[in-house]
């Protein structure tokens, strides 16, 4: 049997999923791995999440939790709302497993003993007020390639290219907002430039590779290849064997994680051997992920396993584009999108996986509109779908005691249909192979229509019962195939209907090779039952006007989170410089003990500032910053000539409150 494994990128624990994760990645991969089943493949599923990075360990610093908490959380959200929408993962592990750090040692200790990593003291970004290096998220600055001011150290959202920190143009500490310095560091790196010749041709040639990605990559390739630093100076990832602080950068060994999710996938199965037969044993490797992990995952995991020389190289990486929401952006920060778990407390999972797949092709951008969503599922799913099922099994329900009538002789037109039923599932089938799921999806409707036309035309409930037996023998052979096509797509809803048809076993047992094999005539029907919910005008509405008041909700400081904060006049009775900058002021506030440590040095000199009355928040979290504690902040307005202190135009109590 052929071993194919499939992956869904990890999705990092820092947050929920939403419609955009869904359409570009977990939905287009399970519906690909359901269909390779049922072609009677040995296919497994594989993802986790990625727990590793600065995207974990940022949000863990805001919130003022571990890392391991955040990751912990959202662990849990994430692999709920997947399942429940249906994806039948055959394991989905964690990168913060002990067997994900063996493995992804061992995979460095590998590179290292070929000679694809070396180390080399190199100048990293390093904030002088914090006091620590600024791997990746931990600081922001306009992207060198498109312009885009807020660029990440790793990469930059705007035109997806993996950035170096230090290329940043105007980078700033995302914790304090000042502008790093360079400060020295050793760290590994992975000999990218040496695997140029090898990626460009695995690229060019691959014949499996759908073109968006190609095109996406020979034009990052262009600019040549740099080695790649894969270690970072924090705490919180897989350490390097070692060192202290040191761990591998997270894009190193989140991949990794897809092997050593499928060793845990082995180990659960008690077959401890079982996961090479689909990395070391010619199986093929499919990657799904979204249009943002590219790069990633064509270069620096490509060139990875080539280095590593032991496993097989991706047979495919098949990305989806962005989905928009209502023809906008999606935005956590505005507020803009619609969560798995919110959608699946009002909605079922299926018409979604239907729309998410079937409204554009995946190497496109698509649109989700809750009106378009309930215009496809109205029309498609129920009117056309559910209403070509309700009808065969209603008539044979009533008309025939619940079975499948047993036929007289095909007529010209009967077998023709059953030949057409044959091609569709055909050309379903090459739709699937070749990444086309919206196409695949259309042709389940193709279907439905085509039953729907036949019956029209042969108008049965004209007939007496005995001479519509053969009408609806066919249409029962083409409810048989409509399940078939509905599995990957919607597997709930093909499961159902599977019964509802008196079939025996499951619908996702069954094989594309079956499908001329016809319902027997006897075969006991159930009760027939709506596939499909219409979606009503209200509901579109209301959904609508709950996503407005989500990303006002998200706008607005409400007046419980601004009481919040404590904002007084205070007198400055103290300050001194405390670095050779001469940026950094230690000021001390009033009589109380509040102190702060403000980057204004550069406008406002030490000794003039004393005794002067200013604006504080006095219930900021306190932080050490330089080794002394900061526990207010002095507000400031800043404009292009600086900074300018916030002063009361009369002199006020100290200690007046300010709202
Ligand atoms: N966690 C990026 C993301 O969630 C990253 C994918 C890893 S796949 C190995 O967008
Ligand atoms: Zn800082």
Same mark, same amino acid.
């Given at each position: 049997?052929?071993?194919?494994?499939?992956?869904?990128?990890?999705?990092?624990?820092?947050?929920?999923?939403?419609?955009?994760?869904?359409?570009?990645?977990?939905?287009?991969?399970?519906? @690909?791995?359901?269909?390779?089943?049922?072609?009677?493949?040995?296919?497994?599923?594989?993802?986790?999440?990625?727990?590793?990075?600065?995207?974990?360990?940022?949000?863990?610093?805001?919130?003022?939790?571990?890392?391991?908490?955040?990751?912990?959380?959202?662990?849990?959200?994430?692999?709920?709302?997947?399942?429940?929408?249906?994806?039948?993962?055959?394991?989905?592990?964690?990168?913060?497993?002990?067997?994900?750090?063996?493995?992804?040692?061992?995979?460095?200790?590998?590179?290292?003993?070929?000679?694809?990593?070396?180390?080399?003291?190199?100048?990293?970004?390093?904030?002088?007020?914090?006091?620590?290096?600024?791997?990746?998220?931990?600081?922001?600055?306009?992207?060198?390639?498109?312009?885009?001011?807020?660029?990440?150290?790793?990469?930059?959202?705007?035109?997806?290219?993996?950035?170096?920190?230090?290329?940043?143009?105007?980078?700033?500490?995302?914790?304090?907002?000042?502008?790093?310095?360079?400060?020295?560091?050793?760290? @590994? $790196?992975?000999?990218?430039?040496?695997?140029?010749?090898?990626?460009?041709?695995?690229?060019?040639?691959?014949? %499996?590779?759908?073109?968006?990605?190609?095109?996406?990559?020979?034009?990052?390739?262009?600019?040549?290849?740099?080695?790649?630093?894969?270690?970072?100076?924090?705490?919180?990832?897989?350490?390097?064997?070692?060192?202290?602080? %040191?761990?591998?950068?997270?894009?190193?060994?989140?991949?990794?994680?897809?092997?050593?999710?499928?060793?845990?996938?082995?180990?659960?199965?008690?077959?401890?051997?079982?996961?090479?037969?689909?990395?070391?044993?010619?199986?093929?490797?499919?990657?799904?992920?979204?249009?943002?992990?590219?790069?990633?995952?064509?270069?620096?995991?490509?060139?990875?396993?080539?280095?590593?020389?032991?496993?097989?190289?991706?047979?495919?990486?098949?990305?989806?584009?962005?989905?928009?929401?209502?023809?906008?952006?999606?935005?956590?920060?505005?507020?803009?999108?619609?969560?798995?778990?919110?959608?699946?407390?009002?909605?079922?999972?299926?018409?979604?996986?239907?729309?998410?797949?079937?409204?554009?092709?995946?190497?496109?951008?698509?649109?989700?509109?809750?009106?378009?969503?309930?215009?496809?599922?109205?029309?498609?799913?129920?009117?056309?779908?559910?209403? @070509?099922?309700?009808?065969?099994?209603? @008539?044979?329900?009533?008309?025939?005691?619940?079975?499948?009538?047993?036929?007289?002789?095909?007529?010209?037109?009967?077998?023709?249909?059953?030949?057409?039923?044959?091609?569709?599932?055909?050309?379903?089938?090459?739709?699937?192979?070749?990444?086309?799921?919206?196409?695949?999806?259309?042709?389940?409707?193709?279907?439905?229509?085509?039953?729907?036309?036949?019956?029209?035309?042969?108008?049965?409930?004209?007939?007496?019962?005995?001479?519509?037996?053969?009408?609806?023998?066919?249409?029962?052979?083409?409810?048989?195939?409509?399940?078939?096509?509905?599995?990957?797509?919607?597997? $709930?809803?093909?499961? %159902?209907?599977?019964?509802?048809?008196?079939?025996?076993?499951?619908?996702?047992?069954?094989?594309?090779?079956?499908?001329?094999?016809?319902?027997?005539?006897?075969?006991?029907?159930?009760?027939?039952?709506?596939?499909?919910?219409?979606?009503?005008?209200?509901?579109?509405?209301?959904?609508?006007?709950?996503?407005?008041?989500?990303?006002?909700?998200?706008?607005?400081?409400?007046?419980?989170?601004?009481?919040?904060?404590?904002?007084?006049?205070?007198?400055?009775?103290?300050?001194?410089?405390?670095?050779?900058?001469?940026?950094?002021?230690?000021?001390?506030?009033?009589?109380?003990?509040?102190?702060?440590?403000?980057?204004?040095?550069?406008?406002?000199?030490? %000794?003039?500032?004393?005794?002067?009355?200013?604006?504080?928040?006095?219930?900021?979290?306190?932080?050490?910053?330089?080794?002394?504690?900061?526990?207010?902040?002095?507000?400031?307005?800043?404009?292009?000539?600086?900074?300018?202190?916030?002063?009361?135009?009369?002199?006020?109590?100290?200690?007046?409150?300010?709202?």
């Amino acid at each position: 049997m052929k071993k194919v494994i499939v992956t869904a990128a990890l999705p990092y624990a820092n947050g929920k999923l939403h419609l955009g994760h869904l359409r570009s990645t977990y939905i287009p991969a399970d519906a @690909f791995v359901r269909y390779l089943r049922m072609k009677g493949y040995d296919a497994i599923y594989i993802c986790g999440t990625d727990e590793h990075g600065t995207p974990i360990s940022v949000r863990a610093e805001q919130e003022g939790k571990s890392p391991k908490e955040v990751a912990d959380y959202y662990h849990e959200l994430i692999k709920e709302d997947l399942v429940r929408m249906g994806c039948s993962f055959d394991n989905f592990s964690r990168t913060t497993k002990p067997l994900h750090y063996e493995i992804t040692r061992k995979f460095f200790e590998k590179l290292l003993e070929r000679g694809y990593v070396e180390k080399k003291e190199v100048e990293q970004l390093y904030c002088p007020k914090c006091e620590r290096f600024l791997p990746d998220r931990y600081v922001e600055g306009t992207c060198p390639y498109c312009g885009n001011p807020s660029a990440r150290g790793d990469i930059c959202e705007a035109c997806g290219r993996y950035l170096v920190a230090t290329e940043l143009k105007d980078p700033r500490c995302i914790l304090c907002g000042t502008t790093p310095i360079l400060k020295k560091s050793e760290h @590994f $790196f992975f000999k990218l430039s040496a695997l140029e010749g090898f990626l460009k041709k695995w690229i060019q040639e691959n014949p %499996k590779l759908p073109a968006n990605v190609k095109n996406y990559v020979l034009n990052w390739l262009r600019g040549g290849l740099r080695d790649w630093c894969i270690t970072r100076d924090m705490k919180w990832g897989v350490p390097v064997p070692g060192y202290e602080n %040191k761990v591998f950068y997270v894009w190193f060994d989140a991949p990794i994680g897809y092997i050593s999710s499928t060793v845990e996938w082995a180990e659960k199965k008690g077959d401890e051997k079982a996961w090479e037969d689909y990395w070391k044993g010619g199986g093929e490797i499919y990657h799904f992920l979204g249009k943002d992990n590219i790069y990633q995952h064509a270069i620096f995991w490509t060139g990875m396993l080539k280095a590593h020389g032991e496993f097989g190289l991706p047979t495919a990486i098949v990305a989806g584009e962005f989905l928009t929401l209502e023809g906008k952006k999606m935005s956590k920060s505005r507020g803009w999108l619609v969560e798995i778990g919110d959608y699946l407390s009002r909605h079922d999972p299926d018409p979604l996986r239907y729309y998410l797949l079937a409204s554009s092709p995946l190497s496109k951008d698509a649109d989700f509109s809750w009106k378009e969503y309930a215009r496809r599922n109205n029309d498609e799913l129920a009117d056309i779908l559910g209403n @070509f099922v309700h009808r065969t099994l209603t @008539f044979i329900y009533k008309r025939y005691g619940g079975k499948v009538p047993e036929p007289k002789e095909l007529d010209e037109r009967d077998e023709e249909i059953l030949d057409k039923m044959k091609e569709i599932v055909q050309r379903f089938c090459e739709d699937m192979e070749s990444f086309e799921f919206h196409s695949a999806a259309k042709r389940l409707i193709e279907l439905a229509a085509l039953g729907n036309k036949y019956l029209n035309e042969k108008e049965p409930w004209k007939k007496t019962v005995e001479e519509g037996r053969t009408t609806f023998y066919i249409c029962a052979q083409l409810v048989k195939a409509l399940a078939l096509l509905m599995a990957p797509i919607m597997p $709930f809803s093909a499961e %159902k209907l599977w019964k509802m048809l008196g079939m025996e076993g499951s619908v996702h047992d069954q094989r594309w090779s079956d499908i001329s094999r016809p319902v027997p005539p006897g075969t006991s029907i159930g009760k027939p039952e709506p596939l499909f919910r219409k979606i009503s005008e209200s509901e579109v509405e209301e959904e609508r006007r709950k996503l407005e008041e989500r990303s006002r909700r998200a706008l607005y400081v409400t007046a419980q989170e601004f009481a919040r904060m404590d904002i007084r006049v205070g007198e400055i009775v103290d300050a001194t410089r405390i670095d050779e900058r001469r940026v950094l002021l230690k000021i001390s506030i009033g009589r109380t003990v509040k102190q702060t440590v403000a980057g204004i040095g550069e406008w406002y000199d030490a %000794k003039e500032l004393v005794g002067r009355q200013v604006v504080v928040l006095t219930n900021i979290e306190p932080r050490r910053i330089k080794g002394y504690e900061s526990n207010c902040m002095i507000l400031a307005a800043e404009d292009g000539e600086g900074l300018s202190l916030l002063v009361p135009d009369r002199k006020v109590e100290r200690g007046a409150k300010v709202k």
